[in-house]
C-alpha cells in the first residue's frame, strides 16, 4: 500500500501552496487521510487529518484558520491547502492514511495509528 505524496516546494511567507496525497493499487474511499510534518531537528508531528467520507476533521492548533485539509474521493487523493505560510511551516510533509478510522475534532493524529504512509514532499518558506 503506497501513497503519494506531492505539492511541496519554495514559497515566500505568506504565500500559500496545495499538497495532494494520492494512491495508486488501493482505494482512499474507506480510509482516514492524515498530514504530517517533519521540520529539521524536530520530531514528526501531526498536522491535520480528515476521517473517511469527510464528515470530521483535525487540526493542530499552529495550523488552524490557514491550512485546510480535503478529499475527493473520485480522484482517489487528498488535499492539504496551505495559506499564510510562515517560515515555521518549512518541513517535509508526510501523507498517511488508515482504514476506519475517524478524525475528530480533538484527536491528535499519531504516527503509530497510520501503517500507510508517502515518501514526504519539501515544503520551504522564506521570509
Known amino acids: 500500500v503506497q501513497l503519494q505524496a506531492s505539492g511541496g516546494g519554495l514559497v515566500q511567507a505568506g504565500g500559500s501552496l496545495r499538497l495532494s496525497c494520492s494512491a495508486s493499487?488501493?482505494?482512499?474511499?474507506?480510509?482516514?487521510i492524515a498530514w504530517f510534518r517533519q521540520a529539521p531537528g524536530k520530531e514528526r508531528e501531526g498536522v491535520s487529518c480528515?476521517?473517511?467520507?469527510?464528515?470530521?476533521?483535525y487540526y493542530a492548533d499552529s495550523v488552524k484558520g490557514r491550512f485546510t485539509i480535503s478529499r475527493d474521493n473520485a480522484k482517489n487523493t487528498g488535499y492539504l491547502q496551505m495559506n499564510s505560510l510562515k517560515p515555521d511551516d518549512t518541513a517535509v510533509y508526510y501523507c498517511?492514511?488508515?482504514?476506519?478510522?475517524?478524525?475528530?475534532?480533538?484527536?491528535?493524529?499519531?504516527?503509530?495509528?497510520?501503517?500507510?504512509w508517502g515518501q514526504g514532499t519539501l515544503v520551504t518558506v522564506s521570509s
Open positions: 480528515i476521517s473517511r467520507f469527510g464528515s470530521s476533521t
Open positions: 498517511a492514511a488508515e482504514p476506519n478510522l475517524n478524525c475528530y475534532t480533538d484527536y491528535n493524529p499519531l504516527i503509530s495509528d497510520f501503517t500507510s
Open positions: 493499487d488501493f482505494t482512499l474511499d474507506y480510509y482516514a
